[in-house]
Antibody, heavy 118, light 107 residues
């Protein structure tokens, strides 16, 4: 059974940094592209970042490039999201997701809530 | 960036009614479109990929169709467990983008 378990939730002040982690199991992690998707309260879904199997290639929307960094440790079957210079509008539930064969998102974690507030 | 216009924003359906939700892409996306269902308080789940392929385990009353810029999700016979939010997503090119969502309720 595929499992994606996020951690690192919390309340953080504007301008500070936060690192999210995701522990993957139930599939060959090193063979899968992985991503983060977020959802602000009562809002829609927003793709945050994608990383290739090796970790050498990453993708971001222009709006987040430079502030967010996605990384992975295939030996540990773990995915990370380093977020810096956080803003109130980054407040959201962050989902760890596995990419399917057609760059869709076929498995989702339960999500981790990040609140950016003073 | 590819913009996805999803409609309607909300709808209410009776038990057994057939429901349709549409997504219009700002450019052709070559059937690289997925549909997700999100029940209240839960994570989204993949329903349909490549516009019309049913994800394993998804009931056959769900179907997808479309080409070019226009795509639709159909639920043939609304069930109580189908209540929730539905999102489409284009996987044609980066940045990956989602529709704004449709809230489906049982009348």
């Amino acid at each position: 059974e595929v499992q994606l378990v996020e951690s690192g939730k919390g309340l953080v002040q504007p301008g500070r940094s936060l690192k999210l982690s995701c522990a993957a199991s139930g599939f060959t992690f090193s063979n899968s592209y992985m991503a983060w998707v977020r959802q602000a309260p009562k809002k829609g879904l927003e793709w945050v970042a994608t990383i290739s199997t090796s970790g050498l290639t990453t993708y971001y929307p222009d709006s987040l490039r430079g502030r967010f960094i996605i990384s992975r440790d295939n030996a540990e079957s773990s995915l990370y999201l380093q977020m810096s210079s956080l803003k109130a509008e980054d407040t959201a539930t962050y989902y760890c997701v596995r990419h399917g064969l057609r760059i869709n998102f076929d498995y989702w974690g339960q999500g981790v809530m990040v609140t950016v507030s003073s | 960036d590819i913009q996805i216009t999803q409609s309607p924003a909300s709808l209410s359906a009776s038990l057994g009614e057939t429901v349709s939700i549409e997504c219009l892409a700002s450019e052709g996306i070559s059937t690289d479109l997925a549909w997700y269902q999100q029940k209240s308080g839960k994570s989204p789940q993949l329903l349909i990929y490549s516009a019309s392929s049913l994800q394993d385990g998804v009931p056959s009353r769900f179907s997808g169709s479309g080409s070019g810029t226009r795509y639709s999700l159909k639920i043939s016979g609304m069930q109580p467990e189908d209540e929730g939010d539905y999102f489409c997503q284009q996987s044609y090119k980066y940045p990956l983008t989602f529709g704004s969502g449709t809230k489906l309720e049982l009348k």
